[in-house]
C-alpha cells in the first residue's frame, strides 16, 4: 500500500515533533526550514507537564527529563528582593503529575531531529504552499493533493503542516481576512551565560518591568527579561547595555547575570499575540500549528508546550500512513484545538496584563495580593496553571520508565 506523504513547512520545536509523531505512525515525512540550521541560539524552554505527557507517547519524555534541569522550589520577587511568594516544586508536580523541567531549546531540537529518518530535514530550504489541497474531490475523483514548492521543485503532499511562526507565511494563505498577530506592547530578551554561584530561581516583577532567572542542568544560567517598549526598537549600543539600564540595581543575581553575558549573545524579540483566534487550525490538507495558529504571550511558559500538543494531536488524527489519509479528519484536530488553545491565550494575555502594572499604586496592589494568596498555601497560586499543565494526550501515552517521575501514565 502507497505510504502517505507529509511535508513540515518550518523546523522549530512544533513542526519537528509533528515530523516524529507522523513518523511513528508509518508517514514519509519531509521538513522544510528556511533557516541554514535547525539550531536555536541562548534560549531556554520550560516543559510543563502538559508537553512531557506529549513527548512520552513518542517516547522520548524520559529521555528530556534526563537532560533537563527539574524546577524546584523558587518563587516571584520584587526588584529589591523581596519574596512575594514562594512556590514548592514537589507541590506542583503533586497537583499536575510531573515536574515543570528546563532544557535548551536545542538539546530538544537535537532529540527531536535524531528520531527522523537521515534526510528528513532540509535546512536553507524556502519554502511556500503552491495549493493547499482539497478535502472533496468531484464527479468521484480523488481529492486534490497540496503542493508545496522550494527553490528545487515542487513537492506533492497527503499533508501538509505548516509551523511557520508568528508571522505565518501559511496562515495568511490560508486565512487571507484574518488580522493576524497584534503587537502585545512589550519586547523580551533572552540569555545564557556559564555557571555561577547559586541563588534561588526566581521571577521578579517590578514597574512594567519582569526578569526570571533560572538554572540549567550543566550549571549554565537561563535568565529572561520583558519591559514596555515601542514595537521594532533596539537599544542605541547593545542589548546587553539596555539590561543593564533597565535591570542593573536589582535584587543579586539579576546585576551578575547582566555582567556575564557575552557580547552579541543576548537576545531580543518583541511579543506578537493572536487575541483573534483563526476559524480553524486548517483548510484543505493543510494545518497550522504552533505560533502560527495561536501565536501568545510568553507569561504562562506556554507557546512551546502548545506547539508540542498541537503536533502530538494532530497526529492522533492524521492515523496511519500507511492507511489512505482523509483530510476531513483534520476538522477533528481543529476542534480539539482551537479552544484549548484559545483559552491558554486568553489567560497569558491576563498574566501579562498583571505583570505590566507600572502606576506604582497598582504595583502596590498588585504585590500585595500575590503575597497574600501565598500564605494560603501553593493552592491558590497553582491554579492559574489548572485545565493547562493537567492535560492528557488522547490515545495512550508512552509509559515512561522513570517511577514517579512523569504522568505519562494512563489507566
Do not use: C
Request: charged share 20%.
Amino acid at each position: 500500500m502507497q505510504q502517505s506523504r507529509a511535508v513540515v513547512i518550518g523546523g522549530g520545536i512544533g513542526g519537528l515533533t509533528a515530523a516524529v509523531a507522523l513518523h511513528q505512525r508509518g508517514w514519509a515525512v519531509t521538513v522544510l526550514e528556511r533557516a541554514s540550521s535547525t539550531a536555536p541560539v541562548g534560549a531556554g524552554l520550560g516543559l510543563a507537564p502538559n508537553s512531557q505527557r506529549a513527548l512520552d507517547t513518542l517516547g522520548l519524555g524520559d529521555r528530556v527529563r534526563a537532560l533537563a534541569a527539574w524546577q524546584g522550589d523558587g518563587g516571584l520577587r520584587t526588584p529589591r528582593g523581596r519574596w512575594l511568594n514562594r512556590l514548592s516544586g514537589e507541590a506542583a508536580a503533586a497537583r499536575f503529575g510531573g515536574p515543570l523541567v528546563l532544557v535548551h531549546r536545542a538539546t530538544l531540537v537535537d532529540l527531536l531531529t535524531a528520531a527522523l529518518p537521515a534526510g528528513a530535514v532540509r535546512t536553507g530550504a524556502a519554502a511556500r504552499i503552491e495549493d493547499p489541497g482539497g478535502a472533496v474531490g468531484t464527479a468521484g475523483a480523488p481529492a486534490r493533493t497540496a503542493v508545496v514548492r522550494t527553490d528545487d521543485g515542487e513537492l506533492a503532499a497527503d499533508l501538509v503542516v505548516a509551523g511557520d511562526g508568528i508571522h505565518s507565511a501559511a496562515r495568511a494563505q490560508l486565512f487571507p481576512g484574518h488580522p493576524g498577530p497584534r503587537y502585545a506592547g512589550y519586547t523580551t530578551w533572552r540569555v545564557i551565560v556559564p555557571a555561577g554561584p547559586d541563588f534561588a530561581p526566581h521571577e521578579t516583577w517590578g514597574r512594567g518591568r519582569l526578569w526570571g532567572t533560572q538554572p540549567l542542568k550543566d550549571g549554565r544560567v537561563y535568565a529572561y527579561a520583558a519591559a514596555a517598549a515601542p514595537a521594532g526598537a533596539h537599544a542605541p549600543d547593545s542589548e546587553q547595555a539596555e539590561l543593564r539600564r533597565l535591570f542593573g540595581d536589582w535584587h543579586d543575581p539579576v546585576p551578575r547575570v547582566i555582567e556575564a553575558a557575552e557580547a552579541g549573545q543576548v537576545l531580543r524579540h518583541d511579543v506578537y499575540e493572536m487575541n483573534e483566534p483563526l476559524p480553524a487550525f486548517h483548510r484543505g490538507r493543510t494545518a497550522l500549528l504552533g505560533d502560527a495558529a495561536h501565536a501568545m504571550q510568553p507569561t504562562l511558559a506556554q507557546g512551546g508546550n502548545q506547539s508540542i500538543e498541537d503536533a502530538v494531536v494532530l497526529a492522533h488524527h492524521a492515523g496511519s500512513g500507511t492507511d489512505p489519509f482523509d483530510p476531513a479528519v483534520l476538522a477533528a484536530y481543529s476542534a480539539d484545538r482551537l479552544p484549548r488553545t484559545t483559552m491558554v491565550v486568553r489567560r497569558a494575555a491576563s498574566a501579562g496584563r498583571l505583570a505590566s502594572f507600572s502606576a506604582p499604586a497598582a504595583v502596590a496592589v498588585r504585590d500585595n495580593l500575590m503575597a497574600a494568596a501565598s500564605r494560603f498555601g501553593p493552592g491558590l497560586v497553582l491554579r492559574t496553571m489548572e485545565g493547562i499543565a493537567d492535560w492528557r494526550p488522547p490515545g495512550h501515552p508512552y509509559a515512561s520508565r522513570t517511577p514517579g517521575r512523569t504522568s505519562g501514565r494512563t489507566s
